[in-house]
């Protein structure tokens, strides 16, 4: 079901994402070749409504038309059947970016097969290309707090997530075969997203090898993801005055990516029966009375924290979460502990 082409199928840089499925049959990976032979590997729409990635490659593609690339390219994109319907996920499909590792679907054995296929190919470094709704900054993920997986990320910007959960994501399972990252490029088709991750990809493309020498201190600010925070189901939710058991502040994804003094109020209950977010730590343990308090009927943060992916879009919320917390981390003290650990 994994469809692979050794060049770039006709229309492809002029389709929209909605259009993709015009050319493409499925799931598919092009291998293009480039002066050097281990490939970049860049993987698009596994979520099918972030369309940015596919907007990047095809600026990078237009501009090496007629060219030979500075590196071999292979391109995977993802889900082309929600891409149709600008969705993330169709309702009988896994999320494609929690299928990496594991079984039990015929998508998990087409992301195995593109393992595979890159692992043969000595597979140079790993991106994969996503939108978020709400204020967010554009910024870098990893899996691995290693000096390689560090440059990648601060090419792309000074601020970068270190993530351990959710399990099965694509770069995790690339993160055993090179340095790999997840590009965070802020709203689908934001233009100045795109031209960040077109740029990234033309510096990528163009490096030598990926620095393995330690990344200078203050030249990124790095966040660990420490819980994921839910609304449980039945309790109701809005922002600003609404008829809801949780009235959330108004503009509350403004606090994306701000470091928070404690008692920052997320909203206020207004409801006779006991009202609670859900929270889980990253071993998936209730933590929810360590991160809030709900004094007054107020929601406020206990401890400092810097939350992400805050939006105001209730289905995303209803689907996915209502925000991550983040915990700053010390750079030197977090990479002597893994050169220990490892
Ligand atoms: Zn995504």
Known sequence: MLNVAEHLPAGLLEAEA?????????PTLIHLPGRRSAPLFVSILLHGNEYSGLLAIQA????????????ALSLFIGNVAAARYGLRRLDHQPDYNRIWEGEGTPEHEIMQQVVRSMAHREVFASVDIHNNTGQNPRYACVNRLEHG???LAALFSRTVVYFTRPAGV????????????TLECGRPGDPQGVAHAHNFLESVL???????????????????????VKIPPGISFGFGRTATDIQFEEDLDRLNFCEL??????GRINSPRPVRLEVRDEADREVNESFF?????EIRTRVPVMPSMLTLDSQVIRQDCLCYLMERLELNQELGQERTGA
């Open 18 to 26: 909605r259009q993709l499925h015009e050319i493409l049959p499925g």
């Open 60 to 71: 990078l593609l237009r501009h090496h038309a007629g060219r030979e690339l500075p590196r």
């Open 149 to 151: 997986f560090l440059h």
């Open 170 to 181: 694509q770069s995790a399972a690339f993160a055993r075969l090179c340095p790999a990252v």
């Open 206 to 228: 163009r490096l030598n090898a990926v620095p393995r020498h330690p990344v200078a201190r203050g030249d990124i600010d790095l966040f660990h993801t420490v819980a994921q």
């Open 261 to 266: 003094p404690p008692a920052t109020r997320f």
């Open 293 to 297: 308090s709900y004094d007054n009927d």
